[in-house]
């Protein structure tokens, strides 16, 4: 189910709950008793994966990370940030089953990096793409020049990082107020931190007005 411009409207006007679900991954290194030098450094989320995927197997879990995100809707989420490794489809799995329920306050869902729409319109809001044809065509024509293995960057300006078109049923309002967004990150009124750390991170959303 699509929501009619309408529904979009009414949730634009309003504060939007977004929820982003994060999966740590943590690595460690198995060293020799004798000559303490390392001998492999393991993923230990890799040994983890492998445990859900057999309690997935055997019917004890779902896929992905539904169960945060039903957490996070049932506290009044109306959107969904997603990541990837997979774990977008158990999100959309679980915003799926809320809209079946919740018709009249459907949840939306924003994907990363790639193009599910042909697939789950019903749910999608937007995507965050990364679009490597512009990097590609720089990084082969500094073939055989002095420019060859400089630092190629994706960004809003080169097209390299944008937003998948928002559907039909999104206003020209809300399309517009996403166009002048990005007009004020290229321009540097908006500024985007770069933030690689927990702190920063909480740091970040307190700012934002989330707790």
């Known amino acids: 189910m699509v929501p009619s411009g309408d ?30 030098l390392p001998l492999v450094t393991e993923r230990l989320s890799d040994r983890l994966a492998t445990r859900i995927a057999l309690q997935i197997d055997g019917g ?8 945060p995100t039903e957490q ?9 940030f997603g990541m990837g490794d997979g774990a977008s489809f158990g999100m959309i799995e679980a915003i799926r089953e809320h809209n079946e329920a919740n018709a009249d306050s459907p949840a939306w869902f924003i994907d990363v990096i790639g193009d599910k729409a042909a697939d789950y319109s019903d749910v999608l809001l937007t995507s965050v793409l990364f679009d490597y044809t512009g990097v590609y065509e720089q990084i082969i024509g500094n ?55 927990a702190a920063g991170v ?9 707790s």
């Open 72 to 80: 996070q809707l049932a506290a009044g989420a109306d959107i969904i």
């Open 7 to 36: 529904q979009v409207n009414s949730a634009a006007s309003t504060p939007s709950r977004v929820c982003i679900p994060l999966v740590l991954t943590v690595t460690r290194r198995l060293v020799d008793e004798e000559t303490a």
């Open 202 to 210: 909480k740091t970040k959303l307190s700012e934002l007005g989330y």
């Open 143 to 197: 073939v055989g020049t002095p420019d060859f293995g400089q630092i190629y960057t994706m960004n809003v300006e080169n097209g390299g990082v944008r937003l998948l078109d928002l559907p039909a049923s999104v206003s020209q309002e809300t399309k517009d107020a996403v166009a002048t967004a990005q007009a004020s990150i290229i321009d540097g009124t908006i500024t985007v931190s770069a933030v690689g750390d």
């Open 60 to 67: 004890g879990l779902h896929p992905g990370d539904r169960l």
